[in-house]
């Protein structure tokens, strides 16, 4: 049988092979089906139960709509539910399938066409863009007939490959993620965060798939390479026993770096380093100590509230979280990151307003602020779990600060509720390390005097690449020049190690740069002791780390630090590790 196979980009390692799901956002194409007499009133009923499920649905905006952005902004989707209730839009869909026999889909888009044709025809332009609610609506009740929404996926019982155009992060989150073998999306990047929470759960993933959801409608399988980022539809017996052996290939290596865990994470030469997880949900806990971290580097907490919404989480919440956590680590440290909300990782109840340019909008820190309320309830809960145990087992993290004047204001408000919360007689630590994450390049810029202020450093190269290269990190148009090898931002990263030392700051890495093989001999070499991954990359991390010489490294950033062009910096790289890698059997 012909098959079709389909390139993208694979950012979280692994095979897979399953039954495709379309998560679907494109437009659904109609084809005409003819039915026999006595399957017509079942179609009919079909059609109405679509109908049904749709208004559903738009009431449910309605709500959504009207908690995020106020009644006069949820106006459309009453209009929807009228139109879907209107029998001049319903009944001729009704006759349709009984006099010509057909099914839902293809007598709805009939009538739809007729519509649209009458409101073209209207000499007020705001009548005819009436065509545009009526598309609308039929969209949604298509979807209902094809079952693709995702409170269909949200009760997902078999494992799929997930396919789709994009995937935001909190409908990630909302996705039973344990029957998900793998996705393959239209869009997004290696460090987009449906990526990461992705990699962090061990599930493959290829991006930049263009095509994938018209080509995935017709298949019945789709086997996954994310390491090679090849999807191929309805795979042949010669390719699935392709697949399957490199499955098995991956699953051994992973089972003999399992029994390497509890080795010690030192160099050759005996230079020690430290590995910590970057925690998205909490479920990952248990890998994260399964693979022997000395601690959390990074919890992203904004995926708490992103769990829970619509509604906003209470102290209470996250008194639950963070108890769990530490307690889940038994006795390592955990370092929490407060809300970084906004860009990308969407927070419509708490922001109320769409932005024109989110990614350098009201996010992390500065969404803080503008929310005391909001601020306030994470803060008085970290500083309750906080005081409940002996200090540095809870650490606080600040997300996106682009100037000493925001790290000062935060740690003023820790401060001060630190005395409230005594006030009230309830527990608040009497030290609690603060630290700020280097993210924002005025940060790195500034790091000498931030050092002297904080804690701890932890270098965020998801969004130092992002905003010192100008490149969307989520963006596939863009992601060729999204280059962890650039040695502008090589140098801040030299930069920010150097300032740590100068003030006796312990400096994490903590992007997804610390988990890259090839990149984490060099930031070695550049002096880092201290890496916070997702932790399926910790053995693998561990197991290149004890390959390599530290004297060799440091001479090798050296060199690197040299060089001018991103090009030059990973070829470079690539010949002096290919050895270390092809030893390590990692693939770059
Ligand atoms: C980063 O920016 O590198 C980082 C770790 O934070 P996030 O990926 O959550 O933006
Ligand atoms: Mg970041």
Redesign the pocket.
């Known amino acids: 049988m012909s098959h079709t196979s389909l390139s993208g980009m694979g950012v979280s390692p692994g095979i897979a092979i399953g039954k495709p799901v379309i998560h679907e956002s494109l437009p659904i194409s109609t084809v005409r089906i003819g039915l026999p007499l006595a399957e017509v009133e079942a179609e009919v009923a079909r059609f109405r139960d679509a109908v049904a499920t749709a208004v559903e649905g738009m009431r449910e905006n309605q709500q959504r709509a009207t908690r995020q952005m106020g009644a006069e902004y949820a106006g459309i989707f009453e209009a929807h539910q009228l139109i879907a209730s209107d029998p001049t839009f319903l009944e001729p869909v009704e006759d349709i399938i009984r006099s010509q026999q057909v099914n839902a889909e293809w007598a709805l888009d009939s009538v739809v066409a007729n519509f649209v044709k009458r409101f073209e025809a209207l000499p007020d332009a705001h009548l005819a863009d009436r065509k545009l609610d009526v598309l609308d609506v039929a969209t949604q009740i298509l979807k209902a007939l094809h079952g693709f929404d995702l409170g269909e996926l949200r009760a997902l019982d078999h494992p799929v490959i997930l396919v789709a155009s994009d995937l935001s992060p909190s409908t990630t989150v909302q996705l039973p993620l344990d029957k998900v073998l793998g996705f393959v999306l239209e869009m997004g990047g290696p ?1 987009a ?1 449906t990526t ?1 929470i992705a990699r962090s759960l061990g599930i493959p993933v290829v991006v930049g798939a263009h095509g994938v959801c018209q080509l995935a409608q017709h298949a019945q399988e789709v086997a996954l390479d994310a390491f090679e980022g090849r999807i191929v539809f309805d795979p042949n017996p010669a390719e699935i026993s392709e697949f399957q052996s490199r499955q098995r290939e991956h699953r051994e290596q992973q089972a003999q770096l399992l029994q390497m865990r509890t080795l010690p994470t030192v160099t050759r030469d005996g230079q020690p380093m430290e590995l910590m997880a ?1 925690i998205d949900l909490t479920d990952e806990v248990k890998t994260a100590v399964d693979w022997n971290v000395v601690g959390i580097g ?1 919890y ?1 907490s904004e995926f708490l509230y992103m769990k829970l919404s619509p509604n906003l989480p209470s102290e209470e919440d996250h008194l639950a979280v963070y108890r769990d956590l530490v307690e889940r680590m038994e006795g390592r440290p955990v370092t929490i ?1 407060t809300f ?1 909300l906004g860009g990308k990782k969407l927070a419509r109840e708490v922001i109320g307003a769409t932005e024109a340019n989110p990614v350098l909008g009201l996010r992390g820190i500065r969404l803080c602020f503008s929310q005391p309320e909001f601020f306030r309830t994470q803060l008085r809960a970290l500083l309750r779990v906080a005081g409940e145990y002996p200090t540095g087992r809870v650490r606080i993290m600040f ?1 996106l600060i682009s100037g000493i004047e925001e790290f000062r204001v935060a740690r003023l408000l820790v401060r001060r509720l630190c005395a409230e919360l005594r006030q009230e007689g309830r527990s608040a630590p009497d030290g609690i390390p603060l630290g700020a ?1 280097v ?1 924002v390049p005025s940060s790195a810029v500034m790091a000498e005097d931030l050092a002297r202020e904080t804690d701890f450093l ?7 690449i ?1 905003y010192s290269l100008a490149v969307d990190r989520s963006n596939e148009q863009v992601a060729h020049l999204y280059r962890p090898t650039s040695p502008a931002v090589l140098r801040m990263i030299a930069g920010v190690r150097a300032a740590g030392d100068a003030a006796g700051v312990p400096v994490t890495i ?3 740069m610390a988990a890259d093989p090839l990149m984490v001999p060099l930031l070695v070499g550049l002096g880092l002791r201290s890496f916070s991954m997702n932790p399926q990359a910790v053995p693998v991390v561990r197991a290149l780390i004890r390959q390599l010489s530290y004297r060799d490294s440091v001479q090798m950033a050296r060199q690197a630090l040299g060089m001018v062009t991103s090009r030059e910096v990973e070829e470079f790289l690539l010949e002096r590790l290919a050895i270390v890698l092809a030893k390590t059997k990692i693939r770059v």
């Open positions: 460090t965060h990461i970057n990074l992203r990151r970084d997300p994450m993210e932890s270098i965020g190269t998801n969004d130092l992002q903590c992007g997804e």
